[in-house]
């Protein structure tokens, strides 16, 4: 026999044991000649630079279950992991730790710079692949991924090839996001917006031939920026400003003469109706400028500086401070007006925070129109799914308004773009390699593009490029489209849309059917967990506090589809308490599962067997129809709720003393062994670790046992085992309804010792009133069960049975159960003590009816605390009913 199972579950050993031998047994891994229909996960690739936090926990928790979920139902399994180069944040890294050597990037050079990149991942790349494993996730890690990698390189490198050939990829020289700080464009969605309490200023422009007195004035939230202007612009039919459309202003400080116009865009009730127009530092500007031939002065560098154009004074100051700078000579030039509280929006970079800078630039842009249209179709057309469904609206919202995507990035680390220019005739040449001269002239000298490409250009090709293509190899032809991708609502845009769009664009069909979008996990108040905050919790140690079985499952049954998920840390003690609950369970029935089998009389099923099976049975079938419809959340309640308050508190509670002794022991035994199987199956998705280990010890008992159980069993690991199937000859509802109305009965006498304070293992004479003779026959039947479970030494019952004298009584439904209390307790100390609580309770309500009867109370106290008062003084009123009742009882 195995060793007996220590009285204490010890996760961290456990876990560390599980997974080694799941590892060493090679239980992930995915086999494209193997038969059977696939089941595909592609992991979301974590940032080479990131450490496991709850949000990752969570997302690659409920990903787990499913592909564990999946591979038990006999599916081909494919989790494909891997990472993401991440490019500006592994820069923005490097860079830092760079700086505390005192050197800048410029400084190695750019190949000397990658070269460091490169070590650094080498060196931390990995370790949140190992924390993964800490959680219990059964990646094919042989398959791990990295968006740098030689084959996804390629890809990287077709995929803008194709696009450019088919003209969905050009280079404009339009306004994009800049960020300062990291010195690259950023797309509109990798901008995020705050809201910034700032200022309008009121600026005066003076009017050209006009005298000293004229001028037109104009409001703005950035004033540094008008030392770009190139116009003023007006709405053509606001009647204040028709007759000055044509004429010339000053610009302030600069005297540079720009023309006001007439433009529709122009809102009139925007502050004075008169709008500066700034074509290098505006999009809406530039529109503007585009429409009326005007120039671009470019005023503020790429680092946030003013330039040469922005006037000598101010050349090289930082933008905000030439804010100041120039707020105070307009004032002291009596050019400034009014300066008005203003909150806007204001763009940050999503890396390091910065505010970002619109800026005039050069930049390759991905045509997104044509692309968006198939990828609205595949939504609209069912094939692609959001679960919770209300999810494709923001996914639609986003595709129906979509710009173009500008792809190119001013930084070294990343996928470096696939262009070439002669320096000798300034061809353009697109190619996976270097040509050794140019097509057109035959010049040798060639220069690359000196950019990269954004981050979520290669992570779009992920489905299908960790696969192996462009080539069609065996893992693209089989596990190609994949089944469904599990993420945050925060990156439909920046991924889920951008995956859809390339996928049907280079392989024909949508790169997943379903698409899960899980709640972002929250503090107890509701804040966001955030490092500046200090509200994070570390999931690795909670998992070495708590076990990862524990951190899982509370994940999971914290997190209701799609909801936002308020945690703390002491929330883990759930999922501790029941991972003990199994181990406790388990530990009870392997310790009993020796013994005689019994006669031939003796195999019969009882009816506490036939009703655990019953309710395993509804078990089975729930949680199966949950997870395949993305409910894991329930299915995870309901597995809870079986296999504690019906498995543990019921079905092993009644069979201790059939174990124990008794001719029916080997029945017991064969169906707790059943149970305690098909429980470790259903829990192994939410608890992996716990389950397999009490798994294999079941096993090695009921094979040494010789229980029938053990034929089922006969996987080499509870990961491979398969999943429990429905058999719906074990339902036996009828059977369930008796066992509930006993369960209530049971009920109501434990919660009438309760009342009456007398001991939980006294036994008690119990008269049940039946309304009816078949379930005064229930009760007849299963006697034998309410004695042992509710604590009887005597137990009468009979249609319409009379009340005995001082008795408790409890009604259920139409029954009525009498507990007789003579030589139970003393029952003139009970009638004093309860006296002595009904005059305190009438006092109690006296003060509190006086309070709510005073009209200067109810006039002047805040609404919630006149009601706090009125809640408990209606509990009050129904203390005393009981009270009442009880005194009653003792008559």
């Known amino acids: ?33 193997r038969p059977g229909e696939t089941y595909t996960i592609v992991i979301p690739p974590p940032n080479v630079t990131a450490e496991l936090h709850m949000g990752h926990a969570l997302n690659n928790t409920v990903q787990d279950i499913y592909i564990r979920f999946r591979r038990m139902q006999g599916y081909n399994t494919l989790w494909m ?94 306004i994009v996001n800049w960020c300062p700080r990291c010195r690259t464009a950023l797309s509109d969605i990798e901008t995020e917006h705050e809201d910034h ?23 703005t939230t950035r004033p540094e920026t008008m030392l770009g202007d190139t116009a003023v612009a007006v709405h053509p039919e606001d009647e204040r400003f028709r007759h000055l459309v044509g004429r010339t202003v000053v610009l302030p400080v600069l005297e540079r003469e720009i023309p006001i116009i007439a433009d529709p865009w122009v809102d009139p009730r925007f502050g004075t109706g008169a709008v500066k127009v700034t074509p290098a530092h505006d999009p809406n500007d530039f529109q503007i400028a585009r429409r009326h031939d005007l120039p671009a002065v470019v005023v503020i560098d790429e ?50 925070h910065t505010v970002i800078e619109p800026s005039l630039s050069d930049q390759w842009y991905v045509k997104m129109q044509p692309l968006a ?47 070439y220019y002669c320096k000798g005739c300034e061809e353009t040449i697109v190619a996976a390699e270097a040509p050794d001269s140019c097509p057109r002239c035959g010049a040798a000298e060639l220069r690359q593009d000196e950019d990269v490409l954004d981050t979520w250009f290669s992570s779009a090709l992920w489905p299908f490029s960790t696969l192996g293509w462009p080539d069609r190899t065996p893992e693209l032809e089989r596990y190609y489209p994949t089944d469904v991708l599990v993420t945050a609502r925060d990156i439909i845009y920046f991924w889920v849309a951008r995956m859809v769009m390339m996928g049907l664009e280079f392989m024909g069909e949508v790169p997943f059917s379903d698409v899960y979008i899980h709640g972002n996990i929250l503090d107890e108040q509701g804040r966001k967990m955030s490092k500046s905050l200090g509200n994070g919790i570390d999931p690795l140690d909670v998992i070495e506090d708590y076990g990862a079985d524990a951190v899982r499952f509370c994940l999971i049954m914290l997190s209701p589809e799609g909801q936002d998920l308020k945690l703390s840390e002491s929330k883990f003690e759930m999922g501790r308490h029941f991972a ?63 296999f504690w308050h019906e498995f543990c508190d019921w079905y092993l509670e009644v069979i201790k003393p059939r174990l124990q ?153 139409t029954l009525e159960v009498f507990v007789p209390l003579e030589e139970v307790i003393d029952i003139e100390a009970e009638r004093k003590r309860l006296a002595k609580q009904r005059d305190e309770l009438e006092s109690r309500i006296r003060a509190a009816d006086k309070v709510l009867h005073n009209p200067d109370f109810l006039a002047k106290a805040p609404q919630e605390v006149v009601q706090q008062k009125m809640d408990s003084a209606d509990e009050l009123r129904a203390q005393l009913r009981k009270v009442i009742q009880n005194l009653a009882d003792l008559d």
Request: proline share 4%.
């Open 197 to 219: 309490q700032g200022h309008l200023w009121h600026i005066h422009y003076p009017l050209k031939e006009g005298d000293a007195q004229q001028h037109l004035t104009v409001a």
């Open 303 to 352: 680092d946030g500086n003013m330039t040469l154009d922005a006037g000598e004074q101010y050349e090289g100051m930082d933008r905000f401070e030439c804010r100041e700078a120039l707020v105070e000579d307009l004032r002291e030039r009596d050019l400034l007006g009014k300066i008005e509280p203003y909150e806007h929006s204001v763009g940050h970079c999503y890396r390091c």
């Open 81 to 174: 992991p891997g990472t993401d180069h991440a490019g500006i944040a592994t820069q923005n890294v490097v860079e830092r730790q760079l700086a505390r050597e005192g050197l800048h990037r410029r400084d190695l050079g750019r190949q000397a710079f990658v070269e460091r990149v490169w070590q650094w991942r080498k060196e931390y790349g990995g370790r949140i692949i190992q924390q993964l494993k800490k959680l219990g996730c059964s990646c094919d890690w042989e398959r791990e991924r990295f968006t740098m990698d030689e084959g996804l390189s390629r890809a990287v490198t077709e995929t803008f090839i194709r696009l450019y050939e088919k003209g969905l990829i050009y280079r404009g020289k339009y």
């Open 661 to 813: 002794h008794g001719p029916a022991g080997g029945v017991a035994r064969e169906t707790v062994a059943t149970v305690l199987d098909t429980s470790l199956r259903l829990l192994h998705p939410y608890m992996p670790f716990i389950t397999e280990e009490l798994w294999r010890q079941l096993k090695a008992v009921a094979e040494e046992t010789s229980l029938e159980a053990a034929g089922e069993m006969d996987a080499e690991a509870l990961i491979h085992a398969p999943w429990p199937q429905g058999d719906p000859d074990r339902r036996a509802t009828a059977l369930e309804e008796q066992m509930a109305l006993l369960q209530e009965i049971i009920r109501a006498i434990r919660n009438l010792r309760k009342e009456k304070a007398i001991p939980d293992r006294r036994p008690l004479s119990v008269t049940v009133s039946s309304p009816d003779e078949g379930t005064d026959a229930i009760i007849g039947r299963q006697a034998e069960f309410l004695r042992q479970m509710a604590v009887l030494e005597e137990l009468d019952h009979d249609v319409e049975a009379k009340k005995p004298a001082r008795c408790a009584t409890t009604v259920i439904g």
């Open 580 to 642: 003990n609950k199994i181990w406790n369970a388990a530990r009870f029935t392997l310790m009993n599962l020796e013994g005689e089998a019994g006669g031939e009389d003796e195999r019969e099923l009882r009816f506490e067997d036939r009703w655990v099976l019953s309710r395993l049975q509804d078990t089975i079938e729930t949680a199966t129809e949950d997870l395949e419809g993305f409910h894991d959340h329930e299915a995870a309640h309901a597995i809870y709720d079986f």
């Open 1 to 33: 026999m195995p060793a007996e199972l220590p009285a204490q579950y010890d996760p961290a050993g456990t876990e560390e044991d599980v997974y080694r031998f799941w590892e060493d047994g090679g239980f992930f891994r995915a086999d494209p000649e």
């Open 373 to 419: 249209e198939k990828a609205i179709r595949a939504a609209r057309d069912g094939r692609v799914t959001f679960h919770p469904q209300r999810w494709v609206d923001f996914y639609l919202s986003w595709l129906q308004e979509v710009r173009d995507w500008c792809i190119s990035r001013q930084i070294w680390w990343g996928h470096r773009i696939p262009v």
